[in-house]
């Protein structure tokens, strides 16, 4: 499960073309308006791999992060099936990191570099996940609403033009339906049970909401980059894009289920088609993804003593003969 | 020490300011391509690999990774290093020209013919 990769919106994004060979170049685009893949091993402006390495890494890093909100409650989980159930999406998360930590190796950033960056906080995750999972109902908004967000740009970016990363989202995006259906009918049962379920239900979407509508990052309208990166199809669709399309899936399927949204301005807008919503605080948004979250320090302190107490094993299995070459595809 | 909503996160008394050396270079080992066959009588189709110490390990992991769900009979695992491979930029080895029909079941149209030789008979 993942939102948007984020870019600094201050970022310059004068300069992405400079130094390129322009035969190359026109090379490479022409190729990706045929609607040709990229491969590992093609030529490719920098500012291509970067951003690629960038966004795919971040999304790597989210699945292993977004793991712990909801492994939190495989203790807990009510009921053996959903333990059962709960423990499966959680292994799943972990296996989708590992294949976009794979798919990004193919581009030259080894997945001991990027594990480097996570733990030491200079690589991004998906923001949602510095949040808490206060309660059962928690974990359910965040199966059914976070996957749903995530399928909507996972199944866009599939379609993008770097093979490994399309082929990865393939795989990614038929698991996600279990998660998707799994979250709804956890959600489903609360809702349309007793009063006291109804209420835990509708508190972790009070909880929940300001952080879906920030799980797409902020507006294009401030971002340099989205011009040439939908160009170069890295970027399959707006951050706007996508949390309309994520609003008019999703606000009637909550709206059924008897649940509001806390938001008073929350609308479809006969005329324009689109959805009217306060606008998120994105101020509050860049404070929690750059470390100020309630829950951004445990996560990567939890990673950090992971990645230590297994180092000892990873060491004793490893031999001398063993070779690290770019996987191939 | 975390105090965390996890009661998993606080058996394991870990303490928020942690700091571990860097991860090494081969920490996470080499990597393996994984070939997996859904069923009996299909091929093996390449499907992405796995990092792991050694082809037992490979194995075990590729099974959790790509034989969760769905159909699995066999999964091979190889090397990538071992893996031998043409070159994109080369991939006009792979071009062919018209006059390569000959090769092509498409190539050979008979009916014509045997059209022809009906109406000369029947004449």
Known sequence: MYGNAYIDPNEKAAGILAGEDPQKLAEFEARIARGEKIEPKDWMPKEYRKQLVRMIEQHAHSEIIGALPEGTWITRAPGFRRKLALMAKVQDEVGHGQLLYSAAETLGKSREAMINDLITGKSKYSNVFNYPAFTWADACVIAWLIDAGAIINQVANAKGSYGPYCRALDRICTEE????????????????????????????????????????????????????????????????????????????????????????????????????????????????????????????????????????????????????????? | MIKSLDPRVNRASIELENPIEPLKEMDQWETFEVF????????????????????????????????????????????????????????????????????????????????????????
């Open chain 1, 177 to 329: 339906s279990f998660h998707l259906k799994y979250g709804h009918d956890n959600v489903v049962t609360l809702a349309t049970g007793t009063p006291v379920q109804r209420k835990m239900v509708q508190e972790a979407l009070n909880r929940w909401w300001p952080p879906i509508m920030h799980f797409f990052g902020p507006s294009d309208k401030i971002s340099n980059h989205t011009e040439i990166l939908m160009r170069w199809k890295v970027k399959m669709a707006t951050n706007d894009d996508m949390r309309q399309q994520f609003l008019n899936m999703y606000v009637p399927k909550i709206w059924d289920l008897g649940l509001t949204v806390p938001d008073v301005n929350l609308i479809k807008n006969e005329e324009t088609g689109k959805w009217d919503y306060t606008e998120p605080d994105w101020d509050e948004f860049k404070r929690v993804i750059n470390g100020g979250g309630p829950c951004n320090a445990e996560r990567l302190a939890v990673r950090r003593n992971a990645e230590e107490r297994g180092r000892w094993v990873r060491e004793a299995l490893n031999t001398a003969e063993s070779k690290y070459i770019v996987p191939l595809a």
């Open chain 2, 36 to 123: 997996h066959q859904k069923k009996r009588g299909d091929q093996h189709m390449h499907v992405g690999i796995v990092h792991a110490p050694n082809a037992d390990m490979a194995l075990l992991f590729a099974k959790e990774q790509y034989g969760r769900r769905g159909l699995s009979v066999n999964i091979w695992v190889v090397k990538t290093r071992d893996v031998f491979t043409t070159d994109y930029d080369d991939s006009d080895i792979f071009e062919t020209v018209p006059e390569k029909q000959y090769r092509e079941a498409g190539g050979y149209k008979v009916m014509d013919k045997i059209n022809k030789y009906k109406k000369s008979v029947k004449a």
